[in-house]
Structure formats: C-alpha cells, structure tokens
C-alpha cells in the first residue's frame, strides 16, 4: 500500500514582533521603485510602514474594499485573485518577500481590482496611500519606477490573458509550472521544488480551467516522468520538455 508524501515544503517565517528594524530595511530594499535608495532613505520610508501579521486563508481585502494602503510582502505567500464574468476566483500571483500589492493611486472613491489572501503564515507590511504620496513627492525616481513597474504588470496581465487563449490546457499547466519554478523553484531530493503550497484547485485557477481536468493533466504529467506532486506540492523533473509543451524554446 503506497503512503502519502510528506510534504517537502519548508517556508521560513519571522514572527511578525520579531522583524527587526534592519530586516525591514532589507525588505523595503528589495522593493522595486525602492531599489537605488540609500539606507538613511530607506530608513525615513520604513518609518510610514506598519507591521501585520495573517494565519494561511486569512483575507487581506477583498475586491471591491476601499483601496486606503500599498502592501508589502515580508515573510510568507500572498495569492492575488480576481472575480470572473462566469463567477469563479481565478488567481492572479502568488507573491513571496519584497513583492508589492493594493494600491498606489489616490484617486478618490479608487477600490481594490482583486482579492489579497494569505497562503501561508505571513507577515506584511503597509503604507496609507497618503503616506506613500508624500513619499513619490519626495523621491522623483521612485515615481518613474512606480510608472514603469505598472505598465510592466499591464503588459504582462495582457501576455498572460493572450496566453491562456491560444495555447491548450496541458500547454497552459506547463507554462505555469515553468513561471512558478522560475520564481520559487528549489533543488532538493525530489526535483526542482515549487517552494510554494500549490493543489490541483490554484493550478486550475491560475490556467483557466477546471480542477478535474488540471488534475488530469498534472496526473499525466507525473506519469511522464515530467514531475512529482503530493498534497499541495510540486517539483520538476523534466523542465525542457515541459517548455516544449508550453511552446517555450528548450535553451
């Protein structure tokens, strides 16, 4: 009788109490719009950031809330979702340590597009939207990060969108499993390690179809030796033949 893989999973968390000035420091470091600031910079921003800490499901806020702050990502997985036509969460992103969400303009009445929800245990940190002008108003560059960090995440919502339109479902699953291996990919015992909680439900969310038929495909890919899966985990095997199917050049 086969028995049920633990999982191999190991995400570090910093207890939200615990995350030290330099460790936050760190974080907003690795900020995007933030990168090329210097430590007394950094240190004058951390200031207008507040600390928060989420139990894996916990929402964040929903879609449609008032958008009021900008989140950072300290410890642990955020998962963006957005309510489709046909009624169904489709997740967006998972997002990991220095990633941003919610919201960066100050348009009055503005709410938020998606959903933010807490994967794992995390710990986030937040900036009031008024807060986070006063800081585009002191530091010009970090405004033309901003602007072009959000035309890069216009072109990639699109590329996505044309993606999950043109290829088939096993092209999609492996696409997405290429994406997620490139982000949060880890070499162990079992493969190239998805260090992610990832079920056979987000897989379907994230491609546009159904968790019957995503399990179908990652069942297939399993017995094609192209990966090895177990309850909410995911590692690669074969990644060139995977970016075969996803029509992703083999280099």
């Given at each position: 009788?086969?028995?049920?893989?633990?999982?191999?999973?190991?995400?570090?968390?910093?207890?939200?109490?615990?995350?030290?000035?330099?460790?936050?420091?760190?974080?907003?470091?690795?900020?995007?719009?933030?990168?090329?600031?210097?430590?007394?910079?950094?240190?004058?921003?951390?200031?207008?950031?507040?600390?928060?800490?989420?139990?894996?499901?916990?929402?964040?806020?929903?879609?449609?809330?008032?958008?009021?702050?900008?989140?950072?990502?300290?410890?642990?997985?955020i998962?963006?979702?957005?309510?489709?036509?046909?009624?169904?969460?489709?997740l967006?992103?998972?997002?990991?340590?220095?990633?941003?969400?919610?919201?960066?303009?100050?348009?009055?009445?503005?709410?938020?597009?998606?959903?933010?929800?807490?994967?794992?245990?995390?710990?986030?940190?937040?900036?009031?939207?008024?807060?986070?002008?006063?800081?585009?108003e002191k530091?010009?560059?970090?405004?033309?990060?901003?602007?072009?960090?959000?035309?890069?995440?216009?072109?990639?919502?699109?590329?996505?969108?044309?993606?999950?339109?043109a290829?088939?479902?096993?092209?999609?699953?492996?696409n997405?499993?290429?994406?997620?291996?490139?982000?949060f990919?880890?070499?162990?015992?079992?493969?190239?390690?998805?260090?992610?909680?990832?079920?056979?439900?987000?897989?379907?969310?994230?491609?546009?179809?159904?968790?019957e038929?995503?399990?179908?495909?990652?069942?297939?890919?399993?017995k094609?030796?192209?990966?090895?899966?177990?309850?909410?985990w995911?590692?690669i095997?074969?990644?060139?033949?995977?970016?075969?199917?996803?029509?992703?050049?083999?280099?």
């Amino acid at each position: 009788m086969s028995t049920r893989r633990k999982s191999p999973i190991e995400i570090d968390f910093t207890e939200t109490h615990m995350c030290s000035i330099n460790m936050r420091l760190q974080i907003l470091g690795k900020v995007p719009f933030f990168a090329g600031l210097t430590h007394g910079d950094l240190e004058e921003i951390n200031n207008l950031f507040r600390e928060h800490g989420y139990e894996p499901d916990e929402v964040i806020y929903f879609s449609g809330d008032a958008a009021t702050h900008l989140f950072v990502v300290a410890d642990g997985r955020i998962k963006l979702m957005r309510h489709s036509l046909s009624g169904k969460d489709v997740l967006l992103d998972i997002l990991t340590s220095g990633e941003f969400f919610g919201s960066i303009s100050n348009v009055e009445n503005d709410s938020y597009p998606d959903t933010a929800q807490a994967l794992t245990q995390t710990c986030v940190l937040s900036i009031s939207i008024n807060d986070f002008h006063r800081i585009l108003e002191k530091y010009p560059s970090v405004v033309l990060k901003v602007l072009e960090i959000t035309a890069s995440r216009l072109q990639a919502a699109n590329e996505r969108f044309e993606q999950l339109s043109a290829l088939p479902v096993e092209g999609r699953i492996a696409n997405l499993l290429i994406v997620l291996s490139d982000k949060f990919g880890e070499l162990n015992e079992v493969g190239l390690l998805i260090q992610t909680p990832l079920g056979r439900e987000d897989v379907a969310a994230m491609t546009g179809t159904t968790p019957e038929t995503a399990s179908r495909v990652m069942s297939q890919f399993q017995k094609d030796g192209l990966i090895q899966t177990g309850r909410q985990w995911v590692a690669i095997i074969d990644r060139d033949s995977l970016k075969k199917i996803a029509g992703l050049e083999s280099g």
